[in-house]
């Protein structure tokens, strides 16, 4: 689906399905067509916990490039094991956060779909935090892994995952800091 409002603010802010509108700021389906991406999910569908936000994660914002057998792969060694640590995190009535993103390709590595528009990304990551209600006793694994690669590298250190995505953007990157959760400091 697209989000017409990206297109122009005037339009309705529902997601649609793409018909007939020419898209320009987003990515259409048939940029991928014939192209040997798929369109892999930012946000997974089976990390959602209703309906309505199983939905949304169907938006081409929501996409990037994945090579097919990528795509199978991140799944059964990523989002398939976060997806059962957030839902012991659950179960174990813990809170439970979870970023992604991806890391455009550049330079010698720099590729697109065929037109030129939509980004094939180098890296696709993932991270989770899980704590107690006090935000102590708190459990985190990261994973990143290159487009072209097969298996995902794990991390279970906050500092060394911070290390990695920090290279691999060319800056400063800290991810689940108490300040990013709004989370309240526990007294001494």
Known sequence: MIEPQLEDITNSKE???QRWMKVNKQAYNSQYDNSRYDKGH???FCHTNSDEAAVSTFTLTNAAPQRCDFNKMWYS???NTVRTK?????T???RAYVVTGVVPSSGS???TLKDNNVNV???????????????RNCDFAGYTMHR???EPKGYTDMSEFNSKLSTFYKKTFKLFTDAALNLKRPRE
């Not at 957030?86 to 659950?90: E, F």
């Not at 990304?121 to 899980?130: D, E, K, L």
């Open 15 to 17: 997601m649609d399905l």
């Open 42 to 44: 930012l946000f997974p």
């Open 77 to 79: 060694k990523v989002e």
């Open 86 to 90: 957030l839902a012991n995190c659950l």
């Open 92 to 94: 174990a009535s813990k």
């Open 109 to 111: 590595e720099y590729k």
């Open 121 to 135: 990304p180098s890296f696709f990551w993932t991270a989770y935090r899980c704590c107690d209600n006090n935000n």
């Open 148 to 150: 072209e690669e097969d």
